[in-house]
């Protein structure tokens, strides 16, 4: 979607190396959500903040850790606690507060795989 | 919990052919039904999106009735084409409560358009 920028588009880490996935948004949107999807599955929820300075854990993060310093931004590490990071990570945005029916939109992903 | 189940890919179709894919959830209360598409190494795209029982979500030529008695949501289009080809993806939001409005999705459907 535009207005969703994730960046770099391909990523390479090295064993026991932590690295920053980044998601910017000049939606004004309040949610950032991040995913992971993996080959052939669907999308699997890590975590996800409703406001500034605020974050929640979704399904699987073990491994991971985020941020919420500014609306705008909700980066993403993935740690070398994370043992298969291997994967497809797609950041999403959502207008609204708990009671909307807003679908949720998404940047273009960034695929991350071990050296 | 909240689920989606989804019709098993890969599908395969010759261009002009008639689109089924079946989406089944299960889910508290009335949920709101999406279904996004994802084209190659791209992120994912709202397709359409359907609100309350008997609501019927359109798009490219693309529809989806949200069926309360048989909890589903199934995805159809009258005639298929090459530029089609991409994964589907059912996904539900719970009305109420459910923190940050969590997308809950299927593993995805393949589909592969022949000329």
């Known amino acids: 979607d535009g207005g969703i920028t994730q960046s770099p588009k391909y990523l390479f880490r090295k064993e026991g190396q932590n690295v920053t996935l980044s998601c910017e948004q000049n939606l004004n949107h309040d949610a950032m959500y991040w995913y992971r999807q993996d080959p052939g599955q669907g999308l699997r929820l890590i975590y996800y903040?409703?406001?500034?300075?605020?974050?929640q854990k979704g399904d699987i993060a073990e491994g991971y850790s985020v941020s919420r310093e500014k609306k705008e931004s909700f980066p993403l590490t993935v740690t070398s606690a994370q043992k298969n990071p291997t994967a497809f990570y797609l950041c999403?945005?959502?207008?609204?507060?708990?009671?909307?029916?807003?679908?949720?939109?998404f940047g273009d992903g960034t695929r991350l795989s071990i050296l | 919990g909240n689920s989606v189940t989804q019709m098993e890919g890969p599908v395969t179709l010759s261009e002009e052919a008639f689109l089924t894919i079946n989406c089944t959830y299960t889910?508290?209360?009335?949920?709101?039904l999406f279904w996004y598409v994802q084209y190659p190494g791209e992120g994912l795209q709202l397709l359409l999106k359907?609100?309350?029982?008997?609501d019927k979500g359109s798009n490219k030529g693309f529809e989806a009735t949200y069926r309360k008695e048989t909890t589903s949501f199934h995805l159809e289009k009258g005639s298929v084409q090459v530029s089609d080809s991409a994964v589907y993806f059912c996904?539900?939001?719970?009305?109420?409560?459910?923190?940050?409005?969590?997308?809950?999705f299927g593993s995805g459907t393949q589909l592969t358009v022949l000329p």
């Open positions: 903040s409703q406001i500034v300075n605020d974050f």
């Open positions: 996904a539900l939001t719970p009305r109420a409560g459910g923190s940050a409005r969590q997308l809950t």
């Open positions: 889910a508290t209360g009335y949920p709101s």
């Open positions: 999403a945005t959502r207008t609204g507060g708990r009671t909307t029916n807003q679908p949720q939109h």
């Open positions: 359907a609100t309350k029982a008997d």
